[in-house]
């Protein structure tokens, strides 16, 4: 791709509490939107209309800790106007975390070989006060072993038609999941799945159906006949938007963009 004369790709790394936002992508609608905020901004440092293309969309009121953006512009800024520029015009809630200029061969969605996202799910007989926009809750006390052992049987290239929305546009409903993980912190049960790419609704679905083995109402193979079904009417309600959170994005190395720990619980063994 060639740029015309003075254009230049800028990547950002976000970080963003979703519960401030109606989702990552802009709406008709005047709700406030992560797209929206951000380009407002990054148009106000540019001097002239900016639009930005992101990793993977996120929906209302799911986080993120490492989406990564790219945006083209002819303005000359320096990298310290792009951080401290725009974060100076962010609602709360909403922070660039790291500036690189890049060529015109990187694409913040089609560079990306793969995401990975983190379900944190509170359990407990009694809601948290605190944090109760970042942490999903559950008052069973879910077995993390079992719900481990289901979610291998989510590894490999796959049809994840039962695990995907029925708005979901994707031309094509497989996708290669390449890890998936549960552990417990204490009262946490953390979820950590990487795929090349996500269907819409995919990982919310896909806990939904794992708190079911946890809570002993399914074995662990059952996960494995709801793939079988390829049908979303066979699993069962998707898990709420509070705990997730996209940690990582993974680009070929040759781009070498920075990178942040995953968060938002920083574990000993990532992935």
Same mark, same amino acid.
């Given at each position: ?7 230049? &790709?800028?990547? $950002? ?9 109606? =989702? ?27 639009? $930005? ?28 106007? #792009?951080?401290? =520029? ?11 975390? #790291? ?15 793969? &995401?990975?996202?983190?379900?944190? $799910? ?17 008052? #069973? ?80 193979? #059952? ?8 049908? &979303? ?29 995953? =968060? ?8």
């Amino acid at each position: 791709m060639e740029f015309p004369e003075g254009m230049q &790709r800028i990547a $950002l790394g976000l970080e963003y509490n979703g519960h401030h936002f109606h =989702g990552f992508q802009k709406q008709k609608s005047a709700v406030v939107t992560v797209q929206a905020a951000l380009e407002q901004a990054l148009s106000s440092v540019a001097n002239e209309t900016v639009t $930005l293309v992101c990793a993977g969309r996120t929906d209302a009121g799911v986080h993120a800790t490492n989406q990564v953006i790219h945006f083209d512009t002819l303005a000359d800024r320096p990298d310290t106007a #792009w951080l401290h =520029g725009v974060n100076s015009q962010l609602p709360e809630g909403l922070r660039v975390q #790291w500036v690189k200029p890049v060529g015109p061969h990187f694409h913040a969605r089609f560079s990306a070989h793969a &995401r990975s996202y983190r379900y944190l $799910l509170y359990c407990s007989p009694v809601r948290p006060a605190i944090l109760s926009q970042q942490l999903s809750w559950t008052q #069973w006390q879910l077995n993390a072993e079992s719900m481990h052992a289901a979610a291998q049987y989510l590894v490999g290239e796959q049809d994840f038609s039962s695990f995907r929305a029925a708005q979901c546009q994707a031309a094509s409903p497989i996708r290669e999941v390449q890890h998936a993980s549960i552990l417990r912190k204490r009262e946490l049960i953390v979820f950590e799945v990487r795929a090349n790419a996500f269907l819409y609704h995919m990982v919310r679905n896909m806990v939904g159906a794992l708190m079911e083995v946890g809570r002993g109402a399914q074995e662990p193979l #059952w996960i494995k006949s709801v793939l079988a079904h390829k049908d &979303r009417s066979k699993a069962p309600a998707m898990a709420g938007p509070q705990g997730l959170y996209l940690v990582d994005v993974v680009y070929p190395a040759e781009f070498d963009l920075p990178k942040n720990e995953k =968060g938002p619980l920083f574990l000993e063994n990532d992935h």
